[in-house]
């Protein structure tokens, strides 16, 4: 059973920086992609950035680009969005999630109705 677990929110003044990690098992990140999402209150759920390190494939939204990164251990089963220069519009309840198992040379996919597996989320508050 693919589990995944979101953890590291927490509230942070403007400027500041968060890492969030996701815990997998179930999976081989070798064979999956990992999606960051966030979904702030009222608003629809939008993706933040992917991964699938095996094939040398990430993306970041252009909402985040230059301040979010996404990375992954994969032999620690764990993927990362380090989050930089945060700012009050990044407030939300942060998602990781899996899709696979994949074909060689897949890439990272960037919509989230491709993701069959979430985990919980993790709040992100950034105060002005």
């Given at each position: 059973?693919v589990q995944?677990?979101?953890?590291?929110?927490?509230?942070?003044q403007?400027g500041?920086s968060l890492?969030l990690?996701?815990a997998?098992?179930?999976?081989?990140?070798?064979?999956?992609?990992i999606?960051?999402?966030?979904?702030?209150?009222?608003?629809?759920?939008?993706?933040v950035g992917?991964?699938?390190?095996?094939?040398?494939?990430?993306?970041?939204a252009?909402?985040?680009k230059?301040?979010?990164?996404?990375?992954?251990?994969n032999?620690?089963?764990?993927v990362?969005?380090?989050?930089?220069?945060l700012?009050?519009?990044?407030t939300?309840?942060?998602y990781?999630?899996a899709?696979?198992?994949?074909?060689?040379r897949?890439?990272?996919?960037?919509?989230?109705?491709?993701?069959?597996?979430?985990?919980?989320?993790?709040?992100?508050?950034?105060?002005?």
């Open positions: 059973e995944l677990q979101a953890s590291g929110g927490g509230l942070v403007a500041g890492r990690s996701c997998t098992s179930g999976l081989n990140l070798d064979d999956w992609t999606g960051w999402f966030r979904q702030a209150p009222g608003k629809e759920r939008e993706g992917c991964i699938r390190s095996s094939v040398g494939s990430t993306y970041i252009d909402s985040v230059g301040r979010f990164t996404v990375s992954s251990e032999a620690k089963n764990m990362y969005l380090q989050m930089n220069s700012k009050p519009e990044d939300a309840v942060y990781c999630a899709r696979g198992p994949l074909r060689p897949v890439q990272c996919a960037r919509d989230q109705s491709e993701y069959r597996s979430w985990g919980q989320g993790t709040q992100v508050t950034v105060s002005s």
